[in-house]
């Protein structure tokens, strides 16, 4: 299969319209996630919403086989319910990955400045990605690299809710609706050329009172 990171960004992006990717605070990314923010950014229905998920996908410490997962843009907390044997978390703030007692591995990196993922071919098991997927500048890029890294068969899950840093979103997620962002997602996932077709489900219960969660799973190729 091709390298989808061979090819120019204007291929990988053709169709969406100019500045969806732009955001209205272009400064350094370092700058607005220095201070540490210990704080969840979902509600607890959706924070168990995205826990059954991971179990049900089989990632998780209930597994039958133990899992190595990559954690994306991660933070302080990942929302296992219970912990895989090895959790490798990404994120821009020393001081919250140091926080994540889930962690058994850290690796501070700003995917907007570069996209890539410092870890080896085929190396994890699974890859999420939590309520983070609208701050990416070059999000299939990035998803590519999750493609690299995971496993054959292993799952990606992405998951979002309605809530964001709005200076730090990409125009293109703050201009669609909240139902379309599944099929936004589900796109940019496609674009990689590295996964099944994604599946897109509203995880928490239709017009419940409180932040709802979608998710997008697919499985690396």
Request: hydrophobic share 45%; aromatic share 6%; proline share 9%.
């Amino acid at each position: 299969m091709t390298d989808p990171s061979a090819g120019s960004p204007g291929d990988l992006y053709a169709g969406f319209p100019a500045g969806f990717f732009a955001r209205a605070d272009e400064s350094p990314d370092g700058e607005f996630y220095g201070p540490p923010r210990l704080v969840t950014h979902i509600d607890d229905g959706a924070i168990a919403a995205v826990g059954a998920l991971y179990a049900e996908l089989g990632i998780d410490g209930s597994a039958a086989a133990p899992a190595r997962v990559l954690d994306l843009m991660s933070s302080w907390v990942s929302h296992f319910r219970t912990p895989p044997a090895e959790l490798v978390v990404l994120g821009m703030n020393a001081a919250e990955l140091a926080a994540n007692d889930a962690a058994t591995e850290r690796i501070v990196h700003d995917l907007n400045a570069d996209p890539r993922v410092p870890l080896p071919d085929d190396d994890v098991d699974a890859a999420v990605c939590c309520v983070s997927v609208d701050y990416l500048t070059r999000p299939v890029e990035v998803l590519a690299e999750a493609g690299r890294v995971l496993r054959p068969g292993g799952p990606l899950a992405v998951t979002f809710s309605n809530r964001c840093f709005p200076t730090k979103a990409v125009r293109g997620w703050l201009l669609t609706s909240d139902e379309q962002h599944g099929d936004l997602v589900a796109e940019l996932v496609r674009r990689t050329g590295r996964f099944t077709e994604p599946e897109v489900s509203l995880r928490t219960p239709p017009g419940r009172t409180g932040d709802p969660l979608w998710a997008v799973v697919a499985r690396a190729l």
